[in-house]
């Protein structure tokens, strides 16, 4: 059995995804053809790194036993020229940003909160999404 998967028909942009575990839909908007049954693919990756970000720090608050009661963690997505390259129109001269905002409510002094931040940046993540991924694509039946 696959660890992850998805299924489309011809009919609808709406996608089954199933995991080991779990079952959910994505979906575009109606603007987009789609009938907006579940959230777009940049909204899953959006919420992939704010949860991954949420979960590595309240790990890291947990271990060290401080007083934080929530995290909130939210993320915008754009794709921005590099080099302030605003008259470029290749697309090989934009690169996607990923801004997130992290709200901490607890007990904690400056050099925690520095040190949260410093934990964030290594959400695996986030790690996977500063890297040089590799994408291999085979077809299957």
């Known amino acids: 059995m696959d660890k992850f998967a998805v299924a489309i028909t011809k009919d609808s942009y709406t996608t089954q995804i199933s995991t080991h575990n779990h079952m959910g839909l994505t979906d575009e908007p109606i603007e987009l053809g789609g009938q907006n049954k579940g959230p ?3 909204e899953l990756l959006m919420a992939a790194l704010a949860s991954c ?3 590595t720090l309240r790990m890291y608050i947990n ?3 401080w007083d934080v009661s929530r995290i909130r963690v939210r993320v915008n ?3 921005d020229y590099k080099e302030d390259c605003e008259s470029c129109s290749s697309a090989d001269k934009k690169i996607d940003v990923f801004e997130r905002i992290i709200d901490i409510e607890g007990n904690l002094d400056n050099d925690m909160k520095q040190r949260l931040l410093e ?3 290594k959400c695996p993540v986030h790690l996977t999404l500063e890297n040089n991924a590799k ?7």
Not at 135 to 141: F, M, S
């Open 40 to 42: 777009t693919p940049y």
């Open 53 to 55: 970000t949420s979960i």
């Open 63 to 65: 271990r060290k036993g």
């Open 77 to 79: 997505y754009s794709r």
């Open 119 to 121: 934990i964030a940046n």
């Open 135 to 141: 994408i291999e694509t085979h077809l299957g039946k």
